[in-house]
């Protein structure tokens, strides 16, 4: 919730392209712990570390963005 993240990764056009999303027998909570645990072995404190997961957050909302011309160049 803190990086504005929806239930349904579905809802991201970047993650909604390669068509089923869940793999079985992976359990994404672990997995993102075992990361922040090899973030932390690697130095990155939780400042840092928020911070990435804040940029991956952003690029995920980007890749949303829709844009559509108006029948003008420039």
Known sequence: ???SLPADA???YYIN???DHVIPGVDD?????RVKTAMSFLGMNDQL???IF???AGVL???NIQFKSDGKDG
Do not use: C, I, P, W
């Not at 909570?29 to 712990?33: K, P």
């Open 10 to 12: 579905t809802q991201f």
């Open 17 to 19: 392209q390669g068509g």
């Open 61 to 63: 909302h980007a890749g």
């Open 49 to 51: 570390q928020t911070s």
């Open 1 to 3: 919730k803190r990086m």
């Open 54 to 56: 804040n940029l991956v």
């Open 29 to 33: 909570a672990d997995d993102y712990e």
